[in-house]
């Protein structure tokens, strides 16, 4: 069984192949654009779900799919992010697109901050500092009275705002508030997009080569003189940027943050998407993210059961494709592979 569904997704795969890359792209650019045109407003609200989920798990895909370093707190770089815009916005009223890079800027300083004391370890003991990091700033948001609002959370978000000439009045400024769902999908589909080309930029430079030779071999990455230690800094900075990125959206589209929005849950949901979708692959995490936000509300009407049908099927998947749905191409083979 297992044979005769690799054979299928190669000849899907190939198949696929054959057809001109900018059309695939320009197809589902398409689509992307005019889904929400045509769909529900459950619908658009599930899409904005995957969408920032797809952020969310390319961010984690810097750290764990190409520098292969296992992180279980990631989901607190998108806790960074949306704190920060919510205190910007309800306390300085800066505006959203000024506090959107500001938000990835305080994301990557806490990526090199919990980075820095945790990146001499490797494996489990790397995973178990990371999860304890995390719980430590969800501990920090729910308890900090004066500046988070604790259990309470910060309420009174503004929501993001474009202005443009209206022809109509003279050709005076006017303001345009972001608070539909089409509205909201567009600017979450803008921030996912920059961050597919942005992920793919880093995975082709050589940065992106260091990070793979760390993942498959630290010890001969280090003595072919890359600096290991600098650039496992570097892929932790990278990832949290995407995850601040993410959270600034995520308050602005609630208009209200508390800690129980960034649990450890949430952050094996981002892992599970990179481990189902396929470490290291774009198309791999975006299907990912769809198989775990989209499927279950796919399966609501099984009610009570939908979590177990759910969950058969992930357990299906991770036994017939263990790799993930869309594996990463290796860049180049082994010389015992090329002989096997």
Known sequence: VDLGTDRLFATASHAASRVPGWLWKALGLAVLIGFPLIASRYGRDVAINVLVYVTLGLGL?????????????????????????????????????????????????????IGYPTLRMRGDYLAIVTLGFGEILRLVLNNWMKLTGGPNGILGIKAPAIYWPDPENGWEIARMLIRSPLSQYYLILGIALVTIVAV?????????????????????????????????????????????????????????????????????????????????????????????????????????????????????????????????????????????
């Open 61 to 113: 895909n810097i750290v764990v799919g190409l520098a292969g370093l296992l992180d279980l707190g990631y989901i607190a770089f998108y806790g960074v992010g949306a704190y920060t815009y919510a205190l910007l916005s309800v306390h300085y009223e800066l505006s959203f697109w000024l506090a959107l890079p500001l938000c990835a800027v305080f994301a990557a300083v806490a990526g090199g901050v």
């Open 200 to 340: 793919r930029r880093l995975a082709d430079s050589r940065v992106g080569r260091a990070w793979e030779a760390i993942r498959e071999d630290e010890t001969a990455a280090s003595l072919m003189g890359v600096n290991t230690f600098a650039l496992k800094l570097l892929a932790y900075a990278m990832g949290a940027v995407f995850g601040g990125l993410a959270g600034a959206f995520f308050a602005a589209k609630m208009r209200f943050v508390s800690p129980g929005s960034f649990t450890f849950i949430e952050s094996a949901m981002v892992l599970a998407m990179v481990v189902l979708g396929g470490m290291g692959s774009i198309p791999g995490i975006v299907l990912g993210a769809l198989a775990l936000i989209a499927l279950p509300e796919v399966f609501r009407d099984f009610e009570q059961y939908r979590m177990l049908v759910f969950g058969a099927a992930m357990a299906f998947m991770m036994l017939f494709r263990p790799a993930g749905l869309i594996p990463a191409a290796r860049v180049g083979k082994r010389s015992e592979e090329e002989h096997s």
